[in-house]
């Protein structure tokens, strides 16, 4: 179904992203590709759906066929019909604001008569069922429902091809069991499925094959048995996460006896103009050297929390103390540093070097050895936006560290990342607990929470619902913990 001879890429005036490929990919085969970051999946995927060297400019060489047509005479609309394309985000993907006018969109496209588009969009909200949400906002959706659209909008032109780059990286456990189930349908339907991913465990009993990348070129196949044998410590070599809910590392770090570091009392939060309270009769006390994951369903209230504590939202009652001080709004945003999972918003100056001093001049000192800490040294001169996703959070981290912050709220640090950066990520909260510091981290990751943290917050409706310690539970508890939260 797909063949690719000799393909090599790279971007005008750039370096070469991919090297010497060859891979065929069978009717109605299921392929994962992996690999650490920067290794060459997503510019392999764009080659695939058509995005390179349509969408995203540069020299392409070899050849790339699908079902024996060269991609080269296929004009680009002609290509979208035999290759469903599903992104990381989603709502990146949308180009309308209600979810059933969002389906139809596909195939008013092309041109096909409105009674055709009524019954296969009927069709496909029932095969999907989507019936509760055909008439919502597409931006109103959970990732997971999103993501369900999405997949579900490709579906409509029924292509033999999907390619979807990345897709859980946004979602919650349940959601991820989800995708799971659809892609397994799309299988048992002949489709060809190619899936770029980081997270493997889902994929396990779907994918026939696992192709491996590293440096632009396809180093390694694994058949999924092959993976799951691996030893642990093989799998880390190779910058993957684990392809397996029964085995992962559980943190057993030993830090001085843990101190209050902030404590929160009869805290009350209400939206403007709402009348029910997100956030009701909270008491929490965090400590030093500690990281607790904040686990819950969408719309629990994670971020409402974390928004309190450093003080964008405003509480309708309630006391919050950091070092046995009682701060309002604006006095918790200089000692709680909050990192975003899109740090684009956190960044404005024009150098990594000018934004650590942005805030604290004077201070060269600090801010050369917070960057050579954090593994940014090298990248002292570059504009933040040119930095990956990992480095943009490691540069946020330094701020706060650099505002000397003592507590640090991280929100999905670890969306998209392969299992050498998610243990960087690991690292870095260790330095900052030493620090005497508090990490409280939002997350929907079970292999963060078991390599980080050593609590368990769950936050239902509003209430804090469980307080568990780590060490009471086995790393396939923690899984199971935080699927049946997120259901």
Not at 23 to 43: A, D, F, M, N, Y
Not at 60 to 85: A, F, R
Not at 153 to 181: C, R
Not at 321 to 349: A, C
């Amino acid at each position: 179904m797909i063949t690719l001879q000799n393909v090599q890429f790279k971007y005008q005036a750039g370096k070469p992203l991919l090297r010497d490929i060859n891979l065929q990919i069978k009717r109605g085969e299921c392929v994962c590709i992996t690999g650490p970051s920067g290794s060459g999946k997503t510019t392999l995927g764009r080659i695939l759906n058509g995005l390179i060297p349509h969408f995203y400019e540069g020299h392409v060489s070899g050849d790339v066929t699908i079902n024996g047509l060269s991609t080269q005479s296929l004009p680009i609309w002609e290509w979208s019909k035999k290759i469903g394309s599903v992104f990381q985000d989603p709502k990146s993907q949308f180009f309308t604001s209600i979810v059933q006018d969002e389906l139809a969109f596909e195939l008013e496209n092309y041109g096909i008569k409105s009674p055709i588009i009524r019954q296969r969009l009927e069709e496909v909200i029932i095969q999907k069922n989507l019936q509760t949400i055909r008439h919502q906002n597409v931006m109103s959706l959970s990732s997971g429902q999103k993501q369900k659209v999405a997949i579900a909008a490709t579906q409509l032109i029924e292509p033999p091809i999907f390619v979807m780059d990345e897709p859980s990286a946004n979602l919650d456990l349940s959601a991820t069991q989800m995708l799971h189930d659809e892609l397994a349908r799309l299988k048992r339907h002949g489709k060809t499925i190619v899936v770029v991913e980081h997270r493997l465990y889902y994929l396990m009993d779907v994918v026939d094959r696992i192709i491996y990348m590293e440096n632009g070129r396809i180093t390694k196949t694994f058949t999924p048995d092959e993976l799951q044998n691996m030893p642990a410590h093989a799998i880390g070599k190779l910058g993957l996460r684990s392809p397996s809910l029964q085995t992962g590392e559980i943190n057993r770090w030993s830090f001085p006896e843990p101190e209050p570091k902030m404590t929160i009392e009869k805290l009350f939060v209400c939206h403007p103009k709402a009348k029910d309270f997100v956030l009701q009769n909270v008491n929490l006390t965090l400590r030093t050297h500690e990281v607790t994951a904040l686990i819950g369903r969408n719309g629990a209230g994670k971020t409402t929390l974390a928004r309190t504590l450093i003080g964008l939202t405003k509480e309708r009652s309630g006391n919050i103390f950091v070092d046995g001080r009682s701060l309002n709004r604006k006095q918790r945003m200089k000692d709680i540093w909050f990192v975003m999972q899109d740090t684009v918003y956190q960044l404005f100056t024009d150098s990594v070097w000018n934004e650590l001093l942005l805030r604290q001049q004077g201070s060269e000192d600090v801010a050369s050895r917070l960057l050579k800490e954090l593994d940014l040294w090298h990248l002292k001169d570059h504009h933040p936006s040119t930095l990956s996703g990992g480095e943009k959070q490691r540069l946020v981290l330094a701020i706060g560290l650099m505002q000397k912050a003592s507590v640090f709220i991280l929100d999905e640090p670890t969306s998209g990342l392969d299992g050498m950066n998610l243990q960087r990520v690991i690292n870095i909260i260790h330095q900052l607990v030493k620090r005497s510091c508090h990490v409280l981290i939002i997350t929907h990751d079970h292999e963060l929470v078991a390599g980080a943290c050593q609590r368990i917050i769950q936050l239902e409706n509003g209430r804090i619902t469980k307080d568990i310690a780590i060490h009471e539970l086995s790393y396939q508890d923690i899984f199971l913990l935080m699927e049946q939260v997120e259901q």
